[in-house]
């Protein structure tokens, strides 16, 4: 019971970081629930297994990010799935329409990145240093410098 | 935008998600409890019934095998036995080989390259599967007919007239899901070219 209740103060804790997950990963509402709930599911049974980690969220981006793997050409998926009807989902609030814009061409621009890149720039976005990046993907440091000047130039050339 | 202004953008947004975001104590067991019956319902199910009517297939043929009587129908239904029985088998495995990524033990490289693997493995069977279906109709029509009506089709000329019919379509049907194999051949392709560099 107590790792039950440890479990969803750590879920509670760090719903914005599936979220995230969820939003690079998928192209619909259905699609993003289906893998949130994945998402639980896939922590909770391997939340035992965790205690040894150093850091909880890296073990939460490596399970999160691992199971979106699953999700790569995945349509709207069909079939009973909890409604996180909470506004859990939906678009967070901005506080005006430009950042709104803003928030919609950022997620844009990531979509369009392969599976790789995605993981790369949304942990560098989440303010992880080449090192973490490097434990949670499986590439060398130097390979994460790498892979992450040439992101800058697809993104520079996206954009322009 | 630069990365830089991203990342800034991507801060300010992290910020209004941690206000935002809710989810309660029950949802969150409620999302571990339904997920169990989701995997069971869309993956096992489907391929299990789909394994079980093949096997159902191959005991009616074996049981009822002696009131075969012509040569071409014992060849019908060998073939016809081989493709019921190897074919999901391979798809089962295929799926297995696919589904069964290391979501907690590996990291991000190694949990893209066993399911970019696996997704080759599983079309390279779907593509084997369009084919061999195709046969196993064909193979297995006489034959049923021959055990259930005690009919030979094959002294029918009908029956060819109607395979003539649609052929073409299985062609048509064929290329066009041919195509789409080949382009997630193609992206898994890439993903590993990807994950090599």
Known sequence: ????????????????????????????????????????????????????????????YRVALNTSVTYLNKSKKKGAHVQVDEGLLNQPDATDTLQEEQLLILYAH?????????AIVLLYLEGKTYEEIAAITGFSVTNTGTRLSRIKQKLINQIH | ME????????????????????????????????????????????????????????????INFHKLTSWYMVVCAVIGLII??????????AIYNMKSVNIAGSNYKQALLQYAKGKRQFIFVQKLSLYTGAILMLVLLPVMCQL?????????????????????????????VYGYYMKTTRQMDSLLQELEE
Do not use: H
């Not at chain 1, 509402?29 to 994945?38: N, T």
């Not at chain 1, 040894?52 to 939460?60: C, D, G, R, S, V």
């Not at chain 1, 990531?110 to 995605?118: A, R």
């Not at chain 2, 202004?5 to 969150?28: C, G, V």
């Open chain 1, 1 to 60: 019971m107590d790792s039950k209740k440890e479990f969803i103060a750590v879920i509670q804790a760090n719903a914005g970081l599936i979220y995230k997950v969820t939003r690079v990963y998928t192209n619909s509402k259905e699609d993003a629930q289906d893998l949130y709930q994945e998402i639980v599911y896939q922590l909770w049974k391997s939340f035992a297994s965790f205690r040894q980690e150093a850091k909880i969220t890296t073990w939460m």
């Open chain 1, 110 to 118: 990531i979509k369009n990145l392969n599976p790789v890149e995605k």
């Open chain 2, 3 to 62: 990365l830089e202004e991203m990342k800034a953008r991507w801060t300010e947004m992290s910020a209004t998600i941690e206000k935002q975001k809710q989810i309660t104590d029950t949802l969150i067991i409620k999302m571990t409890q339904v997920n169990y019956r989701n995997r069971l319902s869309k993956i096992l199910i489907p391929e299990l019934a789909g394994t079980l009517v093949s096997f159902a297939y191959c005991i009616y043929i074996i």
């Open chain 2, 84 to 93: 019921l029985m190897v074919l999901p088998v391979m798809s089962l495995k």
């Open chain 2, 148 to 176: 259930l009506a005690g009919k030979d089709l094959f002294k029918m000329v009908k029956l060819w007239m109607w395979y003539a019919i649609a052929f073409p379509f299985f062609m048509i049907f064929a290329k066009w």
